[in-house]
């Protein structure tokens, strides 16, 4: 129920791993027979039986090109036009007949041979050209598809290839040109040292980015081109369906439970080809050996401490996680050039079983005073994902927010905000256990199957939440997120703010191990998973959340709606429908909400919003920008574009100053900020805390001097505008509610 992340430039040491060390195969796995089980599968198994014919044949090949190379900046036209006559039409056969890898193999090398290509050429252009940013020119910001994946659009032949990267790197160079005039102008202005100062030259930095992506590209193995390929096979099925390599199954289920084994240390890749650390988990291993240090720079691993130091200068950082990762107790020694400068060393870290705090349910209970002197308090429950350790079963957030909400009660909480903003989704059974916390007994969600058949997941029967309660979504709100905003809006038991919609992820996967499927006699180790789209869910209403998502009560605005984000941008996503109404879904009054004055009164606020201005401003710019799709190489032009930028934020940030500072005074005058983390459940008076400060982040973070340069205030209270117009807007419902429950008018 969790979207995958497929791109990640910054990872948890470890975070992505299992908790133990996957022992090396006997022999190699044979991936020839991996996707012919895969395919069999997928037809067995998805919700959609599509024909394995040449058609999908066909999807599965314009697939694997993009995904390869989604910015069509490396095959030529000649390169597709080629290897589609040969291939294009062959691959659901060649699956069946266990001869995939061959293709997979092929297409994979003659990429590897462009990227070196294109990079050297990018290398020495650096090396030769000089650029005065004089031309009239544009170039494309964007060159992916837009409705699926197509065969065309990639430069015709290699003198056109030359063209696009010349025109690449001139606006390569000549943003780096103005982002170093920018941070220098900045800094000076600020009385500070320029943190660019000792930087590489342009050309230099340039190079060794064109290095890094062609170390990534070389640095593969079997398993990675068929983790590539066979994934491009599953999503030519649907966005959401895919194949797990056995790293990427290891990392799944790792971040599935929010605990990890490894050192406890955000790593970045640089582009010198050195990894950086880039902050350490409190009370992690990597913390309390005391030796590692922000800002350090790893650039050798010994897995198990046994003497062999293994390179990891322009390793992607997913396997430099799956070489500092293991085994708890194990040791890992890494070869760290020291962040003062000094000479380089080595540290021994025990690894050990690392939380990820800030991935938990987190509570707090906000006690304000009214107009007239009385006390009121309401609570906030931010929820990152629907997690659960599906191995123990120890740690499971429906336990989390019960017990938050037990806490809530105790302190006589008069309504809740719940923030389910950022929360891409996760267990199934977590959500329809919670949903049964606010609605107590009662369907939640229907489930259909390839063959129409309809299962209804229920609630269990109690409510322990009764309170007035808004829902802060946005459009990275997906799946089990979807399920439970949708269910608490159906019901009418909860207000609904945000963005225009969720995510629009209503599919169910579930993963297989493909080695359960394989012969007997075949080497299925690292076989991988399947992770196909089996099911669509339902609203109780009858309505689906695929493309159209949790439409809004209220909608508040932000950037997130001028982007393309959401699954009707996602390629060969299933279709929206509608099935009937769920058997004992009984809502109640919509009335009971009062949405048309909450609207009005937030409608009134928001007029008034300085910041939702400001967003309104930025989201017309933003759709204008990707409408356009191409940007000027001339520098005058960029210069007058960035100076107009930079004019806006400095008036924006005069005033903001000037704000925020009245707003802070009044929040402490009328505000006092409870924690009520799941630590701190069990005081007996929970603490109070500053919800701006940093000392709450459960990691200990380098500081970026550059970030440093921006002097955008810092929301007052840690409230940013949905935030707080969220809780406006519950103060409005709670006070209604409260009103017609004294004049005996609340509807039943």
């Not at 004089?134 to 659009?153: A, F, I, L, Q, W």
Request: hydrophobic share 40%.
């Amino acid at each position: 129920m969790k979207i995958k992340n497929t791109i990640r430039n910054v990872v948890l040491s470890g975070a992505a791993a299992l908790a133990t060390v996957m022992p090396a195969a006997a022999a190699e796995t044979d991936f020839n027979e991996v996707g012919k089980q895969m395919s069999i599968m997928l037809q067995n198994r998805h919700y959609d039986r599509l024909p394995f014919d040449a058609k999908l044949s066909d999807k599965i090949f314009k697939m694997y090109v993009n995904e390869l190379d989604y910015g069509k900046m490396f095959f030529t036209q000649e390169d597709i036009d080629a290897l589609e006559k040969k291939y294009g039409t062959q691959l659901t056969e060649l699956l069946l007949h266990k001869e995939s890898m061959q293709p997979a193999q092929a297409i994979y090398k003659l990429y590897r041979k462009r990227v070196d290509e294109r990079t050297l050429f990018a290398k020495e252009l650096l090396s030769d050209a000089k650029f005065d940013f004089s031309s009239d020119e544009k170039v494309v910001r964007s060159r992916r598809d837009v409705k699926e994946p197509s065969d065309k659009g990639w430069p015709a032949d290699s003198a056109a290839a030359d063209k696009l990267w010349m025109g690449m790197i001139e606006d390569a160079m000549l943003a780096e040109t103005l982002r170093r005039s920018i941070i220098e102008t900045r800094a000076k202005e600020q009385g500070k040292d320029n943190p660019l100062k000792d930087e590489k030259p342009i050309a230099e930095k340039l190079k060794l980015r064109y290095e890094r992506i062609k170390r990534s590209v070389d640095d593969v193995d079997n398993e990675d081109v068929a983790n590539f390929f066979l994934s491009s096979v599953a999503k030519s099925y649907g966005p959401h369906t895919d194949y797990f390599s056995a790293r990427e199954m290891e990392r799944f289920m790792s971040s599935m439970s929010n605990e990890f084994v490894g050192i406890g240390a955000l790593l970045q890749g640089e582009e010198d080809g050195a990894t950086k650390i880039m902050g350490i988990v409190k009370s992690g291993p990597a913390e309390t050996a005391g030796e590692l240090k922000l800002n350090d720079r790893v650039v050798g691993v010994d897995i198990n401490n046994t003497g062999e130091v293994i390179d990891i200068m322009f390793m992607k950082i997913d396997k430099v996680v799956d070489k500092i990762r293991g085994a708890a107790g194990t040791s890992v020694r890494l070869k760290v050039e020291p962040a003062d400068g000094g000479e380089p060393k080595f540290i021994v870290i025990k690894r050990g079983t690392v939380e990820m705090g800030e991935s938990f349910a987190q509570g707090e209970i906000i006690e304000r005073k009214t107009a007239d002197g009385a006390l009121s308090r309401i609570g906030v429950i931010t929820l990152p994902s629907f997690y659960a350790n599906f191995d123990t079963g120890e740690t499971r957030c429906s336990v989390d927010v019960e017990n938050i909400l037990l806490r809530f009660n105790k302190e006589k909480v008069e309504g809740l905000v719940l923030d389910l903003r950022g929360n891409g989704g996760g267990s199934l059974e977590e959500v329809r256990r919670m949903t049964g916390f606010f609605t107590g007994k009662g369907p939640v969600v229907q489930v259909k199957n390839y063959k129409g058949g309809i299962e209804l997941k229920s609630a269990y029967d109690r409510a322990i939440f009764k309170q007035p309660m808004v829902v802060l979504i946005d459009k990275s709100s997906a799946s089990a997120s979807e399920i439970l905003a949708g269910a608490l809006q159906d019901y009418n038991r909860a207000l609904v703010v945000g963005t225009s919609s969720t995510f629009g992820k209503g599919t169910v996967q579930q993963p297989m191990d493909i080695s359960r499927f394989m012969p007997f006699f075949a080497n299925r180790e690292r076989a991988g998973y399947l992770k196909p789209t089996i099911q669509k869910f339902y609203r109780v209403s009858g309505m689906s959340t695929q493309n159209k998502g949790v439409e809004s009560d209220i909608v508040l605005p932000n950037i997130m709606d001028a982007v393309e984000v959401g699954e009707k941008y996602l390629y060969y996503a299933l279709a929206y429908d509608k099935i009937r109404k769920a058997v004992g879904y009984s809502p109640a009054a919509r009335e009971n909400l009062f949405v048309a004055q909450l609207k009005g009164m937030s409608l009134e606020r928001m007029k008034a919003s300085k910041d939702f201005m400001y967003l309104e401003e930025d989201v017309i710019r933003t759709k204008e920008r990707i409408e356009k799709n191409e940007i000027s190489l001339n520098v005058d032009v960029r210069k007058a574009e960035l100076a107009k930028a930079e004019a806006r934020t400095k008036e924006r940030n005069k005033e903001r100053i000037v704000r925020f500072a009245d707003v802070q005074k009044g929040d402490k005058a009328k505000m006092v900020f409870y924690k009520a983390h799941l630590d701190d459940l069990k005081a007996a008076k929970l603490p109070v805390f500053d919800p701006s400060s940093d000392d709450n982040d459960y990691m200990k973070r380098a500081v970026n001097e550059i970030e440093e340069l921006d002097i955008t205030p810092e929301w007052p209270s840690g409230l940013d505008p949905v935030k707080r117009e969220g809780i406006a807007i519950l103060d409005d419902l709670v006070k209604m509610t409260n009103q017609a429950k004294m004049a005996g008018v609340l509807n039943k």
